[in-house]
């Protein structure tokens, strides 16, 4: 099945500086790729996501890049600001696109 | 509209004690799942459901049962609780959209479960 594994576990930047997370997966058949934030005591929420189809993706200050060949896709955050501070999930759909195997997670802490 | 609705909140349980944890969501999604959060873990896959009397295993199903006998529901189930299930448990719901398929995934807000 897939697996997905993710890095670093944490991260610590100050403000105004870029983040960047990367996750690998197992499966070459997955075709759907989403980041998840979950702030402290919140459920995850979806914030940008990216098809195998397209190999990069921007939303205001975030953006999302993938390499099928090597199996590994990224989360970058421009222009960081503490309400940044959460913990990021990557995931990759099984092939089936029925289902999410996420990343053990990046705890993100932007400090002012 | 509520989303999708996790009931209780919180529960604390005794080693072999059963309980049944309740997924409601009012959006008409043909998919649901249920996850366990544990610190350093991130959202490990317990079982989930791609249509009203379906179930299929995720990564982590030992343990647990499910059942999701209308649409709107899912149920998550412990017969005999250990101590080792004790964690955060998360519902979603979702939709698929487009091709490839987006699976856009919304969460309920969690169930603390304690086993002692």
């Known amino acids: 099945g897939e697996n997905v594994e993710q890095h670093p576990s944490t991260l610590s930047v100050q403000e105004g500086d870029s983040a960047v997370i990367k996750c690998t997966y197992s499966d070459s058949a997955s075709n759907y790729f989403p980041w998840y934030k979950q702030e402290l005591g919140k459920r995850p929420q979806l914030i940008i996501d990216?098809?195998?189809?397209?190999g990069e993706k921007k939303d205001q200050r975030i953006a999302v890049t993938l390499n099928k060949t090597a199996k590994h896709f990224s989360l970058h955050i421009t222009e960081t600001q503490p309400e940044d501070s959460a913990v990021y999930f990557c995931a990759a759909a099984n092939q089936a696109g029925t289902a999410l195997i996420f990343g053990k997670g990046t705890t993100l802490s932007v400090s002012s | 509209n509520a989303g999708v609705t996790q009931t209780p909140k919180f529960r604390v349980l005794k080693t072999g004690q059963s309980m049944t944890l309740l997924c409601a969501q009012d959006m008409n999604h043909e998919y649901m799942y249920w996850y366990r959060q544990d610190p350093g873990m991130g959202l490990r896959l317990i079982h989930y459901?791609?249509?009203?009397?379906?179930?299929a295993k995720g990564e982590v199903p030992d343990g647990y049962n499910v059942s999701r006998l209308k649409k709107q529901n899912f149920l998550l189930g412990l017969e005999s609780a250990a101590p080792s299930q004790t964690s955060v448990y998360f519902c979603a719901s979702s939709y698929l959209i487009g091709g490839p398929a987006k699976n856009i995934q919304y969460f309920g807000a969690g169930t603390r479960l304690s086993v002692l």
């Open positions: 459901s791609v249509g009203e009397g379906t179930t």
């Open positions: 990216i098809r195998s189809n397209v």
